[in-house]
């Protein structure tokens, strides 16, 4: 297994969204209130692996980003192979042993949004995000989110 290496840009929009930031380790985390927009990111990847250009989002990466969720993440998860996957914090495996497991042996990297501390995951506090809205295309009804170091 070849992890994956290097920083990978991520942009993510749709008609009054835009998510624009970089991946850098194999393990990122989201943390911040609720109605900051984590969820909105993942949900909008999710619509456009189903639905593609069709779905009305635009995905950019060098690399295939996809979510994983539900009872049946330790099927899909060995599947993923080269794929920056994105989980959500109300998926009930995220803080189990066996997912820390399968994470370390796999070649993907994660962005898990949460607000609970993952103590089974060797995360690094450098790798700690919140989103932060911005005004930067207020003119275009788009509201632009990047992401910031918490600690």
């Known amino acids: 297994m070849i992890a994956m290496k290097g920083i990978h840009h991520i942009t993510v929009s749709n008609a009054t969204v835009k998510y624009e930031f970089d991946i850098k380790r194999n393990i990122t985390i989201i943390k911040g209130d609720s109605a900051t927009g984590k ?3 993942v949900e909008m990847i999710s619509e456009y692996y189903e639905s593609g250009k069709e779905s009305g989002i635009t995905l950019s990466c060098d690399k295939e ?7 049946d993440w330790s099927t899909l998860l060995p599947i993923m192979k080269d794929t920056i996957v994105f989980i959500d914090e109300d998926n009930e495996f995220l803080p189990s042993y066996d997912f820390a497991e399968a994470v370390r042996k796999s070649d993907n990297y994660y962005v898990i949004v949460t607000r609970e501390g993952l103590v089974n995951l060797p995360y690094s506090v450098d790798e700690i995000y919140g989103i932060r809205s911005s005004g930067k295309y207020a003119g275009l009804k788009q509201t632009y989110h990047e992401f910031f170091h918490i600690y």
Do not use: D, S, Y
């Open 39 to 41: 969820t909105t990111l």
């Open 65 to 71: 980003c996809r979510v994983l969720a539900g009872r």
